[in-house]
């Protein structure tokens, strides 16, 4: 996860330097604060996942000296098909249009949404692949 940190690390201080360069020739306060977040998230995010790494045992793509057949194995389940995810974007468009529409629509997109959300987070419970 070595790489992966130092990758988040690096965007960090390219950023940095970006919201030097850009504040320096702007003195725009909105663009400046932005890249001022940006820096703070993609640090944040590279001394997680560095952190974190060294807890973990090693993948075998951090070993140097790894061969291939080391990374084969189950790496999880993963869902062969779903309709719900249709139903979810159908529902959060309707509430979205609700806003601008009226609030009736957005409460009935709503509803929608909690309904589609409940049905795709329970959707392996039950069925050809419940667990």
């Known amino acids: 996860m070595k790489v992966e940190g130092y990758l988040f690390l690096g965007c960090a201080v390219f950023f940095g330097g970006s919201d030097y360069v850009y504040w320096y020739f702007s003195h725009d306060p909105t663009g ?17 996942v560095l952190f974190t790494g ?40 309707t509430a979205a249009l609700g806003v601008a529409l009226g609030w009736w629509l957005f409460l009935i997109g709503l509803l929608g949404v909690l309904l589609a959300t409940v049905g795709f987070v329970f959707e392996y419970y039950r069925g050809h692949y419940a667990h």
């Open 32 to 48: 400046s604060t932005a890249l001022a977040i940006a820096v703070g998230l993609a640090f944040l995010t590279g001394f997680y």
């Open 54 to 93: 060294r807890r973990l045992p090693r993948r075998p793509e951090d070993d140097r000296e790894g061969e291939i057949p080391q990374g084969t194995g189950e790496l999880g389940f993963f869902s062969p098909h779903s309709w719900w995810p249709l139903f979810l974007g159908l529902a959060a468009a």
